[in-house]
T-cell receptor, first 113, second 115 residues
Framework: NAGVMQNPRHLVRRRGQEARLRCSPMKGHSHVYWYRQLPEEGLKFMVYLQKENIIDESGMPKERFSAEFPKEGPSILRIQQVVRGDSAAYFC???????????FGPGTRLTVT | AQSVSQHNHHVILSEAASLELGCNYSYGGTVNLFWYVQYPGQHLQLLLKYFSGDPLVKGIKGFEAEFIKSKFSFNLRKPSVQWSDTAEYFCAVKALNNAGNMLTFGGGTRLMVKP
């Protein structure tokens, strides 16, 4: 059973470009969570999704950031018009049910130049 | 909103030394508690978790943690560390009755074990 997959592992974008980060949950998991880790800090929750629904986006910046988890395919975290402050590691986690532990992917390291 | 504090940001130990990493949280209700480890260049892995029952929890690789409800603490321990334990350790809390289901993480503790 493959773990949580994230791609790309490393992404470099210039200021103003768009970044798309993908997350494929573990097989059988329908709950997906995105976290961001800024340099020298712990992980901060961004958004929690189930298939086709955003359950909690209380940690998402109000502008430029969006997330989706379509019926088919991976979950996508989209950052429009990236700025240097968006440089971070973005981790995706999945769980089979809401009250189960979360399994983390390897992360995508976004660098904005 | 809940918060999690890890008091030691960097810890350096020699092999065979005992380890205790502190974790305190602020939330008055029922919680699930977790310790994750991130080895260099790798993703987060679950070391151990507490949901209910015996407050002394044993995890993988010889780690254990004790939930002390009165102190809002969930400290991680290992009696004898190895060089391979060099990693960053994160404490995390999930507040039950939180419809968002999110984990709140501490800032992490970087452990270096000298051979």
């Amino acid at each position: 059973n493959a773990g949580v997959m994230q791609n790309p592992r490393h992404l470099v974008r210039r200021r103003g470009q768009e970044a798309r980060l993908r997350c494929s949950p573990m097989k059988g998991h329908s709950h997906v969570y995105w976290y961001r880790q800024l340099p020298e800090e712990g992980l901060k929750f961004m958004v929690y999704l189930q298939k086709e629904n955003i359950i909690d986006e209380s940690g998402m910046p109000k502008e430029r950031f969006s997330a989706e988890f379509p019926k088919e395919g991976p979950s996508i975290l989209r950052i429009q018009q990236v700025v240097r402050g968006d440089s971070a590691a973005y981790f995706c986690a999945s769980s089979p049910q809401s009250d189960y532990e979360q399994y983390f992917g390897p992360g995508t390291r976004l660098t904005v130049t | 909103a809940q918060s999690v504090s890890q008091h030691n940001h960097h810890v350096i130990l020699s092999e065979a030394a005992s380890l205790e990493l502190g974790c305190n949280y602020s939330y008055g209700g029922t919680v699930n508690l977790f310790w994750y480890v991130q080895y260099p260049g790798q993703h987060l892995q679950l070391l151990l978790k507490y949901f209910s029952g015996d407050p002394l929890v044993k995890g993988i690789k010889g780690f254990e943690a004790e939930f002390i409800k009165s102190k809002f603490s969930f400290n991680l321990r290992k009696p004898s560390v190895q060089w391979s334990d060099t990693a960053e350790y994160f404490c995390a809390v999930k507040a039950l009755n939180n419809a968002g289901n999110m984990l709140t993480f501490g800032g992490g503790t970087r452990l270096m074990v000298k051979p």
